[in-house]
Structures are given as C-alpha cells and as structure tokens.
C-alpha cells in the first residue's frame, strides 16, 4: 500500500479533461513542475460502473501530448506523475470524474516518505497554495490520503451532506 500526504481540489464546476488537464500541466510548469516522461506510467481510476482499464507503463519517453490524451481517453481518467523541486519523492496528480464525462477535481499526492525525512509537510502546504491560486476550486480538503493523523472521513462527509463550504484559503501566508 502506497503512503501519501494528499489535498483534494473539487472545482467550482465540471471541467472539459482535456482542456484542464493541459492547462493545469502548463501551470504547473511555471512553480517547476515536470510531468514525468518515462519509466512511469499512466494508472486509470475505475469508471463510475465499476470499469477498470489497466495501467500503462512508459519505458521510453513519451511526449505530454500523448500522455495527457492517453489519460483523457479513458472516462475515470486517472493519476499522472510529476517531479517537483520541492520534494525527493515524486508526486501524483490524481484526476478525477464523478460522472465519466467530466472532470470534477483532483487530489495532489506527496509520498509519505518525504513527509517523515525531508521535513516536507510544510513544503506540500506551500505547493497546495501555490496551485490554489490558479486553480478554479469550490473547496481545498486537506490530509485526504493514510499518512494523515488529521484523517476524519465522518466529518468530511458530514460537511459534505450539510452543502456549503467554507472557503479556507482566503489569506496566503
């Protein structure tokens, strides 16, 4: 089982894939990020029926192009892997559809192995910030992943049943 420290990101409405995926990898470039172009792979989330596609492995490097349109070709889209200045570890973007057409938001996923060695929790706070301020979203939901010791899916779900949120990233710090 894969240890991460994850923040999820639900958008202010649905989103084309294609068209944020890409423009989220642009924006992602710009703080240092660098989406991983070989030796990784593409793993796809189940479809809302339950479909499952299997992973794809790239063991030459491939272009963005192709990766991105190989990760919006499947309707549960999935995770790609970057490699981000501020961590050891690679960190995982986890795209995601709530109704196989659409993308609804994302997760940002930082190994748990950085987290206890290289003194990242701070560094992943300070990435959330960053995207948060390009990223269109209705609510940041932060310590969604099993590294977490904050980890309270009752209450989320609660806050979730009451529908509204609190925006909590008001003041950047």
């Known amino acids: 089982m894969s240890w991460s420290n994850g923040t999820l990101f639900l958008l202010k409405e649905k989103q084309n894939p294609k068209d944020f995926v890409t423009e989220l990898i642009e924006r992602l470039k710009t703080i240092g990020w660098k ?22 492995y790239f063991e030459e490097e491939t272009s963005e192009e192709e990766i991105i349109d190989l990760l919006v070709s499947w309707k549960g889209l999935g995770m790609l892997v970057f490699f981000v200045p501020e961590f050891e570890f690679p960190v995982v973007v986890d795209f995601i559809s709530w109704d196989d057409v659409s993308l609804g938001g994302f997760t940002v996923e930082c190994n748990g192995k950085d987290n206890l060695f290289f003194s990242a929790p701070e560094k992943h706070k300070s990435i959330i910030y960053k995207i948060a301020e390009f990223a269109r979203f209705k609510l940041v939901v932060g310590d969604v992943e099993n590294y977490s010791v904050h980890y309270n899916l009752s209450a989320i779900l609660e806050k979730a049943k009451e529908n509204h949120f609190e925006i909590l990233l008001t003041n950047i710090n």
């Open 35 to 56: 989406l991983a172009l070989s030796e990784e792979s593409v793993c796809f989330n189940d479809s809302v029926s339950g479909e499952e596609k299997e992973s794809v």
